[in-house]
């Protein structure tokens, strides 16, 4: 009884460790939001001067208190960004006493691993699909200046940063896709023979997946699908590999 209560005991700690550091960390990114938000709409402001040679750079509020919604929102996700990695770590330093030194070490690199492919995701949309998008959009209103009427675009401040939000969730949730098949495959959930047998299927869902995600021209399409396909054929052929070495290691201590 008194083994579980040192446990408990230790989970309150670390709790009001990640409550007190949840604070402080949305402490500072309050103080600093406008620079924050200065780094997320900079694509946008960077396509508006150099493509449209517009040098005002407004948004536009249509509620007293969206400024104020703004800010907080912004604080509140980096915050949430910032934290849970080390919230995993404190998470992961709490269970790991109860686990073998090869699951220790099997965990610690799957939690690597996935925060590497997070921070990939976040820097491909930031730098390559996000100026994409913004380009394709804001063209828009260059279409539709007619003889009948002109389309003028007023972005909203929290509409764009909301936008963004979305786009850099979804990346990071796709983005985890190798490290899915990776753990469906050593879980024997899928094989690789399954894998092999139905790959056009997963080239097709690929595409379908860029469609949805992406604007209607063709390189944005590409830039979504093709990492998704890179990352499938990647763990096949990994996979592929460690099966035939198995089998050949295999087959040498069999003539031994």
């Known amino acids: 009884m008194l083994y579980v209560e040192n446990h408990l005991n230790e989970l309150k700690l670390r709790s009001v460790y990640i409550l007190i550091l949840f604070k402080l960390t949305f402490l500072c990114c309050y103080l600093y939001v406008d620079t924050i938000i200065y780094i997320i709409v900079n694509p946008f402001l960077k396509y508006r001067f150099d493509k449209l040679h517009i040098t005002n750079y407004d948004f536009i509020s249509t509620n007293m208190l ?11 996700l980096v915050t949430f960004i910032l934290i849970i990695p080390l919230i995993i770590y404190i998470v992961f330093e709490f269970l790991s006493v109860g686990l073998y030194i090869y699951e220790r070490i099997w965990l610690k690199n799957l939690l690597v691993v996935c925060l590497l492919l997070s921070i990939t995701a976040i820097i491909f949309v930031y730098i390559c699909l996000l100026p994409l998008f913004i380009n394709f959009f804001l063209n828009l209103e260059e279409y539709q200046n007619t003889f009948f009427y002109i389309v003028k675009v007023e972005q909203k401040i929290f509409d764009y940063i909301y936008f963004t939000t979305k786009l850099l969730g979804l990346a990071i949730f796709f983005g985890q896709l190798p490290l899915i098949i990776y753990i469906l495959l050593i879980s024997k959930i899928i094989t690789l023979d399954f894998m092999n047998l139905n790959r056009k299927l997963f080239i097709v869902i690929c595409f379908i997946v860029g469609c949805i995600l992406s604007t209607p021209e063709i390189y944005s399409l590409l830039l979504i699908a093709i990492p998704l396909l890179l990352s499938f054929e990647t763990m096949c052929i990994v996979f592929e590999v460690k099966r035939s070495y198995n089998v050949y290691f295999k087959n ?5």
């Open 252 to 256: 040498l201590l069999n003539n031994c």
């Open 66 to 76: 969206e400024v104020f919604y703004t800010y907080i929102f912004v604080s509140i």
